[in-house]
């Protein structure tokens, strides 16, 4: 039956935008300890689906056309209005605390509500009321025994499957986003016949619950990936700044310490061949956006956005003539660093916005890291303290990247 009324919803939905629809998930608690303190309530679970509609015209009786009308109910009046059909199937249930009996009743639903909104300019809250009955579909009675909960008989009990009962929501509405509100309500029962001495009837109840609205979350969705899409698409008219490593100079001074010139001079080979791989590779296989390279002891100046004397040529010398604009640009880089994929200090192909902060997916994806298996030698990283990584090739990384940002941008 859900899965029918969510069908008729999305069909509605799809032919008037005045129309929504989603899902609610919902904790009740009965209030009939209120009444009688031998008797506490029992947090179940409810589920349901909505479907909703806003209407936009008041109500006019007459003649517009003749002028010869007047207005019943005023369209601003009627803006304020929200009716909303709910299907559900939630659970009612409280014990007697004495002896620790427990009374469960498990409903179908049906409800037909109305939100107002109160104030004009506030859109986020509103009020809801309407007029719910229910069909109970299952109940039994359970007592703590040996530590656990079994159904029992209980004459007292003159719940019967197939009861009807008839509750009125009052709540408030938060809408935390266009996709989410947050609603508390007291559903009110005109069907409690519950007393010390029998059980009959829905208990009176408080609701929370988190409503979802299926369209809402649909157009949060869609505006993100048309603000992704605009992003790139900008990002395709400046120009993409390759951060290229230098050898670390505490780490040489350690070296040099310990007298270890001939490691210092394979840091310093193994990172030239590996910049000119990398700035090669670029050249080649990135073509979303203009590519220019610098070394990374120039990052503060870059993300500064001071682009004098810090860009280098193909001999990795700074090269003054190379220029490009300030006003737009994003950084990558083959180096190491935190990876939200392992949360762990990773090599690979890591990308940052103007201020050198990491940006999310597309741009940082997991088929960017590089692993131990460095093109085909899975003992590279057995060998050596420091990785090869000049000898690898990063051609797959960089045209997959390429591809990625101009099919987003596309």
Do not use: W
């Not at 029992?42 to 003749?66: A, Q, T």
């Not at 960017?368 to 990584?389: A, M, T, V, W």
């Amino acid at each position: 039956m859900f899965f029918l009324l969510l069908a008729i919803f999305k069909m509605a939905s799809a032919q008037d935008d005045k129309f929504s629809y989603g899902f609610n998930a919902a904790i009740n608690y009965s209030t009939i300890g209120s009444s009688y303190e031998n008797y506490v309530g029992v947090g179940n679970p409810s589920l349901s689906l909505f479907v909703s509609y806003k209407p936009s015209n008041g109500i006019n009786i007459g003649h517009p056309s003749k002028n010869e009308y007047y207005t019943l109910v005023s369209d601003e009046f009627v803006r304020r209005l929200t009716f909303v059909l709910q299907p559900s199937y939630c659970a009612n249930s409280f014990r007697q605390q004495d002896i620790d009996r427990r009374f469960n009743n498990y409903y179908l639903e049906l409800g037909g509500l109305v939100y107002f909104q109160p104030f004009t300019y506030v859109t986020e809250l509103t009020f809801f009321s309407g007029v719910c009955p229910s069909f109970l579909a299952s109940c039994n009675t359970e007592l703590l025994q040996f530590g656990y909960y079994s159904t029992i008989h209980y004459d007292q009990n003159l719940n019967t499957v197939g009861k009807i009962d008839f509750v009125m929501p009052i709540g408030i509405s938060l809408e935390m986003s266009t996709a989410v509100s947050l609603e508390l309500s007291y559903k009110h029962s005109f069907t409690n016949n519950n007393n010390l001495q029998t059980i009959q009837g829905r208990a009176s109840s408080i609701e929370l619950s988190l409503r979802v609205n299926a369209i809402g979350l649909a157009n949060q969705f869609t505006k993100k990936d048309e603000q992704l899409h605009d992003q790139i698409k900008k990002m395709s008219k400046g120009s993409l700044l390759v951060m290229l490593p230098t050898i670390n100079a505490s780490e040489v001074n350690q070296l040099k310490a310990e007298n270890k010139q001939e490691e210092i001079n394979d840091i310093n080979k193994e990172l030239i061949d590996r910049n000119k791989k990398v700035m090669k590779e670029f050249k080649s296989f990135f073509n979303f956006c203009p590519v220019y390279f610098f070394m990374d002891t120039d990052a503060y100046q870059i993300s500064n956005k001071r682009f004098d004397n810090v860009f280098v040529n193909g001999k990795l010398e700074v090269d003054p003539m190379i220029k490009t604009d300030s006003s737009n640009f994003f950084v990558a880089s083959f180096c190491e660093d935190i990876s939200v994929y392992t949360t762990k200090n990773v090599y690979g192909l890591f990308v940052y916005d103007d201020k050198i902060n990491q940006l999310p997916k597309p741009f940082n994806v997991a088929i960017n890291l590089i692993g131990p298996n460095l093109d085909g030698d899975p003992l590279n990283f057995l060998k050596k303290i420091r990785y090869e990584y000049s000898t690898i090739s990063f051609e797959r990384i960089i045209t997959k990247f390429n591809n990625r940002l101009i099919r987003f941008k596309d």
